[in-house]
C-alpha cells in the first residue's frame, strides 16, 4: 500500500506571495491533518479534513486554509506569505482519527517551505 | 487547555545501553498519550501509544512506555539502543475536545544521539 504522498517536497517563495501544498492520503483514508513543524514553535497542529469538511482547526491566522476533495486528496493554502512561515508542514492521513484517537496518523515526509 | 513538556532538549547515549525519554503532560480530563520518532528528512512514525487498560505500553522496535496518571507522565523506554535509534522523539497528548473531536498537542522533541 503506497504511504502518504506530498508534493512538492522542496518549496522557496517570496515574503507577501501564496502557496498550495498537496497531500495525497493513504488509499481508503478519509481524513486527513496537517501541522507546522519550526525550531522555535515545534508541531503545530493546522487543522483536520474529514469527509471534504473541516473537523477541527488550530491557532492559525486566516492566512491558513485547507480544502479537501471527493477522493480525500487535500490542500493547504497559505496567502501573503510571511518570514515566519518558512516550516516543515507534514500531512497525517488516518481512516477517522478526528472521532477516535486509536486510529493511527500516518505521516508524509513534508514539504519543505522557505519564505525569503 | 493540554500541553506537553518533554524535559530533555537532547539525550546522548552510548550504544547498548538503556535510555529513558521523558514526557510530563497537563490536562484536566483523560488523555490519550502517545510516542512518535521522526528520522531525518522524514515524517513522524508511531512508536506506541496509550489509551486506556494496562500502563505499561510496549511499541515498535523495543520501545515501551509507563502511563503514570499521578505524576501526569508518559517516559519512554528502551533497555539497549542501536545506532539507528538515532532520531527525534516527539511525546503527544489528545484529549477529547468540543464536538467529541479530538486535536493533538506535541511536545517539543528530544533528541536522541547514539554513539558507538
Known amino acids: 500500500k503506497a504511504g502518504v504522498t506530498q508534493t512538492p517536497r522542496y518549496l522557496i517563495k517570496t515574503r507577501g506571495q501564496q502557496v498550495t501544498l498537496s497531500c495525497s492520503p493513504i488509499?481508503?483514508?478519509?481524513?486527513v491533518s496537517w501541522y507546522q513543524q519550526t525550531p522555535g514553535q515545534g508541531l503545530q497542529f493546522l487543522f483536520e479534513?474529514?469527509?471534504?469538511?473541516?473537523?477541527n482547526k488550530g491557532n492559525f491566522p486566516g492566512r491558513f486554509s485547507g480544502r479537501q476533495f471527493s477522493n480525500s486528496r487535500s490542500e493547504m493554502n497559505v496567502s501573503t506569505l510571511e518570514l515566519g512561515d518558512s516550516a516543515l508542514y507534514l500531512c497525517?492521513?488516518?481512516?477517522?482519527?478526528?472521532?477516535?484517537?486509536?486510529?493511527?496518523?500516518?505521516f508524509g515526509p513534508g514539504t519543505r517551505l522557505t519564505v525569503t | 487547555a493540554q500541553s506537553v513538556t518533554q524535559l530533555d532538549s537532547q539525550v546522548p547515549v552510548f550504544e547498548e545501553a538503556p535510555v529513558e525519554l521523558r514526557c510530563n503532560y497537563s490536562s484536566s480530563v483523560s488523555v490519550y498519550l502517545f510516542w512518535y520518532v521522526q528520522y531525518p528528512n522524514q515524517g513522524l512514525q508511531l512508536l506506541l501509544k496509550?489509551?486506556?487498560?494496562?500502563?505499561l505500553v510496549k511499541g515498535i522496535n523495543g520501545f515501551e512506555a509507563e502511563f503514570n496518571k499521578s505524576q501526569t507522565s508518559f517516559h519512554l523506554r528502551k533497555p539497549s539502543v542501536h545506532i539507528s535509534d538515532t532520531a527525534e522523539y516527539f511525546c503527544a497528548v489528545t484529549t477529547a475536545g468540543t464536538g467529541g473531536s479530538y486535536i493533538p498537542t506535541f511536545g517539543r522533541g528530544t533528541s536522541l544521539i547514539v554513539h558507538p
Open positions: 497525517a492521513s488516518s481512516l477517522a482519527r478526528y472521532r477516535n484517537p486509536n486510529y493511527e496518523q500516518y
Open positions: 496509550y489509551l486506556s487498560g494496562s500502563t
Open positions: 479534513y474529514f469527509s471534504e469538511t473541516q473537523r
Open positions: 488509499s481508503g483514508h478519509r481524513s
